[in-house]
């Protein structure tokens, strides 16, 4: 079975496609800038303008026809409106030519299931992408929220500074490489609230440390991640706890970050779980996590044929928690 997987809800546009549970591609282009941050309507269109050229890249690395695609699945949501209708046009086009069934999937979700080609069966996931925070396991039926972010996303956190200093987006790449040269950890707010962490007010002290000159920017990028990485960690380790899994996964373009893997990786050595990290290509936002759920959803009768896809809509504000689990 071959299953073609889009992704579009922020800055990434990606095809996988994904056969009987292998990868053959994961193709995929981002919007970035130099200065300010993501503009929707500039991603879309960024979107719009590559669409072709990734979809067509994706099928010469996985050496296949398009006639050979079984399904079409696709990032119903969360996400920016303006980029997730790219990605659902585009799905319903294909759809319509080649008269094939689109499968909607949660992006949320989809970060998780692609951590089964790590190995990783029933974990809880820590989810740390631009827009989401959230730590994420199965428990009868659906994938719960255990913890989240109170206001803003931790990615959307990192950039947010980033931009403040005048460095680009996206922030989090730049703030791995200043923090490496950081030493001196200043204090900043820790804000874990039970289960759920709370950013926003420690951007405002970040935001005043940085115009206020006394700082050097590496020792701020530095205490930044020391600080916030320790509240994710710890929240995922009362997760673990609290569920009695024995497994943490992680997901998401902020963990890419070799500083957060390795306060995850000793946290879980710990206290004696395993801990599972997909490539940074599968982290971050891609088209084949979208075909590889896609093909679980598939399977299990969840799709819609072509000639109904009509009524089939995007889901901006779609939660994890929302969406019933069939093939688990
Ligand atoms: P996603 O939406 O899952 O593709 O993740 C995008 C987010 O990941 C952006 O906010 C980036 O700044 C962030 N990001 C990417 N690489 C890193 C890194 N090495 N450290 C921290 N954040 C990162
Ligand atoms: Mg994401």
């Given at each position: 079975?071959?299953?073609?997987?889009?992704?579009?809800?922020?800055?990434?546009?990606?095809?996988?496609?994904?056969?009987?549970?292998?990868?053959?591609a994961?193709?995929?282009?981002?919007?970035?800038?130099?200065?300010?941050?993501?503009?929707?309507?500039?991603?879309?269109?960024?979107?719009r303008e590559?669409k072709?050229?990734?979809?067509?890249?994706?099928?010469?690395?996985?050496?296949?026809?398009?006639?050979?695609?079984?399904?079409?699945a696709?990032?119903?949501?969360?996400?920016?409106?303006?980029?997730?209708?790219?990605?659902?046009?585009?799905a319903?086009?294909?759809?319509?030519?080649?008269k094939?069934?689109?499968?909607?999937?949660?992006?949320c979700?989809?970060?998780?299931?692609?951590?089964?080609?790590?190995?990783?069966?029933?974990?809880?996931?820590?989810?740390?992408?631009?827009?989401?925070?959230?730590?994420?396991?199965?428990?009868?039926?659906?994938?719960?929220?255990?913890?989240?972010?109170?206001?803003?996303?931790?990615?959307?956190?990192?950039?947010?500074?980033?931009?403040?200093?005048?460095?680009?987006?996206?922030?989090?790449?730049?703030?791995?490489?200043?923090?490496?040269?950081?030493?001196?950890?200043?204090?900043?707010?820790?804000?874990?609230?039970?289960?759920?962490?709370?950013?926003?007010?420690?951007?405002?002290?970040?935001?005043?440390?940085?115009?206020?000159?006394?700082y050097?920017?590496?020792?701020?990028?530095?205490?930044?991640?020391?600080?916030v990485?320790?509240?994710?960690?710890?929240?995922?380790?009362?997760?673990?706890?609290?569920?009695?899994?024995?497994?943490?996964?992680?997901?998401?373009?902020?963990?890419?970050?070799?500083?957060?893997?390795?306060?995850c990786?000793?946290?879980?050595?710990?206290?004696?779980?395993?801990?599972?990290?997909?490539?940074?290509?599968?982290?971050?936002?891609?088209?084949?996590?979208i075909?590889?759920?896609?093909?679980l959803?598939f399977?299990n009768?969840?799709?819609?044929?072509?000639?109904?896809?009509?009524?089939?809509d995007?889901?901006?504000?779609?939660?994890?928690?929302?969406?019933?689990?069939?093939?688990?």
């Amino acid at each position: 079975m071959i299953i073609l997987g889009i992704e579009s809800t922020a800055h990434t546009f990606g095809v996988g496609i994904v056969k009987d549970g292998k990868i053959l591609a994961n193709a995929k282009k981002t919007y970035t800038t130099e200065t300010g941050g993501i503009i929707p309507m500039e991603a879309a269109k960024h979107h719009r303008e590559n669409k072709e050229e990734i979809y067509f890249e994706a099928l010469s690395a996985a050496g296949i026809k398009e006639e050979e695609i079984d399904a079409i699945a696709f990032s119903q949501g969360p996400g920016l409106a303006p980029c997730l209708l790219q990605g659902m046009h585009f799905a319903k086009e294909l759809s319509e030519k080649l008269k094939k069934p689109v499968v909607p999937v949660n992006h949320c979700i989809a970060h998780l299931e692609i951590g089964r080609t790590t190995g990783a069966k029933d974990p809880v996931m820590l989810y740390v992408s631009g827009a989401n925070t959230q730590i994420i396991a199965y428990a009868s039926g659906k994938f719960r929220v255990f913890g989240e972010t109170l206001d803003i996303g931790i990615g959307n956190f990192i950039d947010t500074f980033a931009r403040y200093a005048g460095i680009g987006f996206p922030g989090g790449p730049k703030i791995e490489k200043l923090a490496l040269e950081g030493k001196n950890l200043i204090r900043i707010p820790y804000k874990v609230k039970g289960m759920d962490i709370a950013l926003s007010g420690i951007l405002t002290n970040l935001r005043q440390k940085l115009e206020s000159e006394k700082y050097n920017l590496s020792d701020l990028a530095f205490s930044l991640q020391e600080n916030v990485f320790a509240m994710i960690t710890e929240v995922s380790e009362r997760a673990l706890a609290h569920t009695g899994k024995k497994e943490l996964l992680l997901g998401g373009g902020v963990a890419c970050n070799k500083r957060l893997q390795e306060m995850c990786r000793i946290m879980c050595k710990e206290r004696g779980a395993k801990f599972f990290c997909p490539e940074n290509n599968l982290l971050q936002d891609n088209g084949s996590m979208i075909a590889y759920t896609g093909e679980l959803l598939f399977k299990n009768g969840n799709f819609v044929p072509f000639k109904n896809i009509k009524n089939l809509d995007i889901a901006p504000r779609q939660r994890t928690d929302e969406v019933e689990i069939k093939y688990r």
